[in-house]
Antibody, heavy 119, light 110 residues
């Protein structure tokens, strides 16, 4: 059974860079046919897609976040990562990683990790 | 700001049928169809259907999806208490080269 697990600091200071890693187990990130994505959900609000990456390194980003987002992949560790720069309190959210089929539907999700932006 | 439009809330009685809608445009829902996700409070979303009416393994047949033009629908029959949750639609937007979500519909089972 495929499993995804987010990891990273739960507290980030304003203007700093948020960094999270998603570790994939039960399957290979290099198996092809799937993108690997990040989604966030502010407390009490809806889902927002951040971006996704293919094992080759090809990426797609949310246009509204593109200037601050970098997603990378490490196939040797079966992990992919998110960096979100210049964070503010508005970036406080539960961050999820997920597998994306045909780069359109998210079929396996991590449990999510809450990241709070505060000094 | 959500890219797809969903009604904020729907209320139906136990064992009744609920139909949730998701409206987009020809670049997203009207192009490749929509996926539907269910999210219970405090849990990650769970995929219910994709590309209009493909159900992942283990998803009840009480959940069925369809599309008409730029509007996707999720129909839930025989409503149960455990169906009370937030439901989101998503789709690939070919003009944005991005996944877009609806704002979510809170389903209440009375």
């Amino acid at each position: 059974q495929l499993q995804l697990q987010e990891s990273g600091p739960g507290l980030v200071k304003p203007s700093e860079t948020l960094s999270l890693t998603c570790t994939v187990s039960g399957g290979s990130i290099s198996s092809g046919n799937y993108y690997w994505g990040w989604i966030r959900q502010p407390p009490g609000k809806g889902l927002e897609w951040i971006g996704s990456i293919y094992y080759s390194g090809s990426t797609y980003y949310n246009p509204s976040l593109k200037s601050r987002v970098t997603i990378s992949v490490d196939t040797s560790k079966n992990q992919f990562s998110l960096k979100l720069s210049s964070v503010t309190a508005a970036d406080t959210a539960v961050f999820y990683c997920a597998r994306t089929g045909a780069n359109s539907f998210l079929d396996y999700w991590g449990q999510g990790t809450l990241v709070t932006v505060s000094s | 700001q959500a890219g797809l439009t969903q009604p904020p809330s729907v209320s139906k009685g136990l064992r009744q049928t609920a139909t949730l809608t998701c409206t987009g445009n020809s670049n997203n829902v009207g192009n490749q169809g929509a996926a539907w996700l269910q999210q219970h409070q405090g849990h990650p979303p769970k995929l219910l259907s994709y590309r209009n009416n493909n159900r992942p393994s283990g998803i009840s047949e009480r959940f069925s999806a369809s599309r008409s033009g730029n509007t996707a629908s999720l129909t839930i029959t025989g409503l149960q208490p455990e169906d009370e949750a937030d439901y989101y639609c998503s789709a690939w937007d070919s003009s944005l080269s991005a996944v877009v979500f609806g704002g979510g519909t809170k389903l209440t089972v009375l």
